[in-house]
């Protein structure tokens, strides 16, 4: 193991979601001595799981999927050994009224053209509108580096440059409320495009589709739990940090829930942006108003409807539908909750999918049931054997602040890892990467918390993945001019 003279160093990482899994990863690297706190009795944050009482299976709140591009989270699976748990696609489906359309990369064509031929053929745009999105798409991409397009409107901007209210709601507004957490208008020019470039256009990888064959709370919490405990952190659980204190610039202790105290050489804090400045005595407070600033950061709520069919829907794992909410269709999967027993009249032969609304904040649902209707309303218009489909139970799952959203404005609020603490860092999607709120940006956190912690010892490192490579043609035609 590298950096055998850490091994007298300890570390402490208060949040057990992936930017706290991969901050302990990246520590035991260098031989840190480590110690991981979750206040949960699992590890993943806001990649969790519930238990759900009518079949006694443990589902998890909300899918998630990462892209070719999320190449610091791939290089976490695979350091740990569970790539054998995703399965890997090269697009998805969008389905609109009477209308399927495969997204997905050509063979034949170079990057950035490889999606060409989809654009090309999507159906329920018009030919004039393909053009339209495809200009648009290559002049956001051209643009150049400049500070203002943070603070600029995204929404204003597809306007200005031609594109229409169809285009903005059957494309543009799907993207942007999947991975940035809100619709065009409330997010940045220069957040959009940091997503559509990197996710789309820099390679044919970028695009792929990574989802578990697991229950995230497998892949997480067990298996990257057990990994990280093989490796030497030592990883606590139902342990609830009550705060951080320290004086003359330094963290000095932990506190417990329970009262209890214990000293630490150096703290990684990975919780939510909104939670962070609150776990920190006033002292430390004084010297970390950017975590005051990071807690009025704009959020997003994600809503997933689970729904429980006879049979399945559709032949895919996931899809986009194409309806005014945009909402993600995903195959479900789900395990038998521990400790209790199922046997197969529980599992009712229950197939379960899960629509997912972004941004659904914005949506008038006064109670659960209003919830399955839009979701319900979503499926009857583009997947017509809905209606021969039996629904034998639902629940609806929102999570008030499931991301940070970058708007206008936003990316001034994000801290850097390293604060004016000496031996304090921040680990959290919410921290400044230049991506938005996603697994690969929790990831990219936790490692440059680390690379901090390491400058401040006098050992740099550069801990980051290497990105995907881009051909001679999309250096070529995405050169920024300006």
Known sequence: MKGSANSEISIAIVGG????????????????KVTLFEQSAYLGGRVHAFDEPWNRQTVDSCPHAAMGCCVNFIDLIRRAGIVDLFERRSGFPMLAPN???????SRLFPAPLHFLPTLRKLPFLTSAERTAFSSALLRLARLPDDVRLHDASFGQWLRENGQTESIVEKLWDPVALSALGDAVDLVSVAAARQVFVSGFLHSRQAAEIWTPNAPWREVI???LGDWLAGQGTEVVRRRRVMWIGGSDGRCEEIVFHDGEAAPFDAVILAVPWHQAFSLLTDE??????ELEQAASLPSSEIAAV???????LGDFKQALLVTPTAPWLFRGTSVPTPGKSVDEADRRNAYLHQVVFSGSQHFDWCDEKAGVAAALDSLQRVLPEVGEAKLLHARVVRQAKAVFTRAPGAEKLRPTQKTAVENLFLAGDWTAIGWPATMEGAVRSGYLAVEALLESLDQKKEL????LPTSWLTRKLLKRKG
């Not at 209308?99 to 990369?105: E, G, H, K, Y």
């Open 464 to 467: 980051l993945a290497a990105e």
């Open 99 to 105: 209308v399927r359309a495969d997204f997905s990369p």
């Open 17 to 32: 979601g992936l930017a706290g899994v991969a901050a302990a990863s990246a520590a035991r690297c260098f031989g840190f």
């Open 284 to 289: 430390l407070q004084m010297l970390t108003p």
């Open 306 to 312: 689970h729904l429980w069919y006879d049979r399945p």
């Open 221 to 223: 919490d067990r298996r």
